[in-house]
């Protein structure tokens, strides 16, 4: 369409009763048009570039990626398979895991398994068709990405996709590890006298009585926003956290986690969720949502990770 009225632009030209110093001067500013107009228009695409995916915990992959200026479209579609997206075929069988906000530049998948997958993203222009063109490390990986491991590496892959699977909403309980520092070597009974010895002793060192931190509350919940993810949340803490109705908090924060959230709201509500089950005695999960939180609020996490192994109720001894 551009070149069209280009060329309907170059034929009044050459009607119009001008001198030829003039209607060269118009001929050069229709090269100037075709050279900078064209490109500028290519870049308009509704493509987004650099997409990156990588595993961050033992269930979660996170995809990130950067959008051209000026980027127009209706939304943003997450494509995943096992096998590298190469043709517009590829996506017309596969059905988009998401559908995010056009101005989105990250996403966060939950994985069940092992398997290694790659993904792809697609833009859905303004006019609500797919613009699927597939461009191998642009738009759609070519390496693929699996969680990580932490189980046994000896277990074939069979039994990695026969482990439990989780509904949506539920906490999967953390993996912890057990060294055998002994190896097949069994320890050497401690005599009577050596076993009430030893209580003597850890009875007088016994560590202080730990008690629960007090609740934390970021500075951008403690007034009530205008709208949003934020808003939505703001009324679960007034509703059920502030009021120490901690079980309440637990469901109403698993499911306002379920929906894709921003990154910054999803880190709050997270760290949210952690206080509400550590206040529930649930140290093992909470660890884990503490965990979540770790790299956005190191020394906070660490606070609260140590106070969570601190109150960790150890089995009674046989």
């Not at 895991?97 to 989105?104: H, T, W």
């Amino acid at each position: 369409m551009l070149l069209a009225t280009l060329a309907k632009a170059s034929k009044l030209v050459q009607t119009m009763h001008m001198k030829s110093v003039y209607r060269k001067v118009a001929y050069i500013f229709i090269l100037f048009f075709l050279a900078y107009m064209i490109p500028a228009q290519e870049n308009a695409r509704p493509l987004i570039r650099q997409l990156n995916a990588e595993a961050v915990s033992i269930s979660k992959i996170r995809l990130t990626w950067k959008l051209p200026k000026p980027f127009y479209a209706k939304s943003l579609l997450i494509y995943k398979d096992t096998q590298p997206f190469a043709t517009r075929a590829q996506l017309e069988q596969t059905m988009p895991i998401a559908e995010l906000k056009p101005n989105s530049n990250y996403y966060i998948d939950t994985v069940q398994n092992y398997k290694e997958y790659y993904y792809a993203v697609i833009a859905r222009g303004t006019d609500g068709r797919t613009y699927d063109i597939v461009l191998p490390s642009i738009n759609a990986t070519v390496s693929g990405v699996r969680v990580q491991r932490t189980a046994n590496t000896n277990l074939s892959d069979t039994e990695l996709e026969e482990e439990k699977l989780y509904a949506d909403g539920q906490l999967r309980e953390l993996p912890l590890p057990y060294l055998n520092m002994l190896g097949n070597k069994k320890p050497t009974q401690l005599q009577p006298a050596v076993m009430a010895a030893g209580k003597e002793l850890a009875a007088a060192h016994a560590e202080p009585k730990h008690e629960q931190l007090p609740p934390h509350i970021f500075d951008e919940d403690m007034i009530s926003p205008s709208g949003g993810d934020d808003y939505f949340l703001f009324e679960i803490l007034k509703d059920y956290f502030i009021r120490r109705n901690y079980a309440q908090s637990v469901t109403e924060l698993q499911q306002f986690l379920g929906i894709h959230r921003s990154e910054a709201t999803t880190m709050r509500a997270a760290f949210y969720l952690g206080e509400a089950l550590y206040y529930c005695g649930k140290y093992r999960q909470a660890l884990m949502m503490f965990l979540f939180v770790e790299e956005d609020e190191p020394a906070l996490a660490k606070k609260w990770m140590q106070s969570t192994l601190d109150l960790y109720e150890r089995p009674a001894e046989r």
